[in-house]
């Protein structure tokens, strides 16, 4: 493995309560249970870690208790931070409601983590470049991210996709190797419900050489790459938890295009990450490569 991940999102602490379904307009519901987890960017990193690759955390972090805890637990993955802790303002919380049904819906509070510091780091040749949707929806932090020189981009919109202002997502798809989202924000950005119709829309968005992966969760995901689109599926588990399934995928594909890996078998062992992950409690739950490597065989 040559190349670094470099994540120029965000890292935020998750406040993850577990509902019987989501409140009505004006209403309230009693969550079950409420846990606090860094979450946001920390779970590509985490997988992208745990799945052997160097990764650099390029984004904003505060100064107060929760960006404290997002530097110890970043360490703990053997994630290096490139940017110093901005002052006077802690990182964002995102409260997720994980309903019922093992769906989420969440409601974030920006903090440091979109502040735009100092210059992001040049990418080597062989790095990846992590971009996210919460970054380019801040037009200061889009222009920092689209700065960045060298390298290839790994986009990821994100739920806030339609949010993004279209000048600044052109700009975005004219630089992007690879573009991960899932089936639902793949239907936002094309019109497109069928995976495989807005696998291949998107790959007339992105130059000729780029990669488009739809995340389709239980199914695994649809990849489209020099004209063609195919379907790669993932395997069966029985699901408790679907924060982070999404980010463990791009973590884990990522990494294994960083090990060389052909980008079906990168896809193919990142629905397996994906899978192991929503069998556990928690957004940052992806699996080490042994794990996967014992349900790839």
């Known amino acids: 493995m040559t190349g670094r991940l470099v994540h120029t999102g965000q890292v935020v602490i998750d406040l993850v309560m577990q509902v019987p379904a989501l409140p009505p307009v004006g ?16 779970n590509v990193m985490a997988a992208a870690a745990r799945a052997g690759a160097t990764v650099v955390y390029a ?6 208790a929760r960006g404290d805890r997002v ?3 970043l360490a703990a993955e ?13 990182t964002g919380v995102c409260v997720v409601l994980l309903d019922n049904t093992g769906e989420r819906t969440f409601v974030t509070g920006s903090g440091a983590e979109t502040a735009v510091g100092d210059p ?3 990418l080597d040749a062989s790095d990846i470049g992590y971009v996210s949707g919460y970054s380019l929806v801040v037009p200061e932090k889009a222009e920092q991210v689209l700065a960045m020189q060298g390298g290839t981009l790994l986009v990821d919109p994100g739920p806030l996709v339609a949010d993004i202002a279209p000048d600044i ?10 573009l991960s989202c899932n089936d639902r924000e793949a239907q936002l950005l094309t019109g497109q419900s069928d995976p495989q119709a807005a696998a291949s829309a998107l790959a007339e968005t992105v130059p000729a050489a780029a990669v488009v992966v739809v995340r389709t969760g239980a199914g695994g995901c649809v990849v489209a790459q020099n004209g063609t689109v195919q379907v790669v599926p993932s395997i069966s588990v029985e699901v408790l938890d679907t924060n ?3 980010d463990a995928h791009c973590g884990w594909f990522a990494a294994e295009l960083l090990r060389g890996t052909d980008v079906l078998e990168a896809a193919r062992r990142a629905n397996i990450a994906a899978a192991i992950a929503v069998t556990r409690s928690g957004p940052a739950t992806a699996p080490t490569r042994s794990e996967v490597d014992a349900k790839a065989l």
């Open 78 to 90: 053997g994630v290096t931070i490139s940017q110093p802790a901005t002052a006077s303002i802690d």
């Open 169 to 178: 997502w052109a700009r975005t798809l004219a630089r992007t190797a690879v």
């Open 120 to 122: 992001l780091p040049e």
């Open 71 to 73: 530097r110890a637990e």
């Open 59 to 64: 984004g904003g972090h505060g100064t107060g």
């Open 27 to 42: 209403g309230d519901v009693l969550a079950l249970s409420t846990v606090e987890y860094v979450g946001g960017g920390f």
């Open 244 to 246: 982070g399934a999404g």
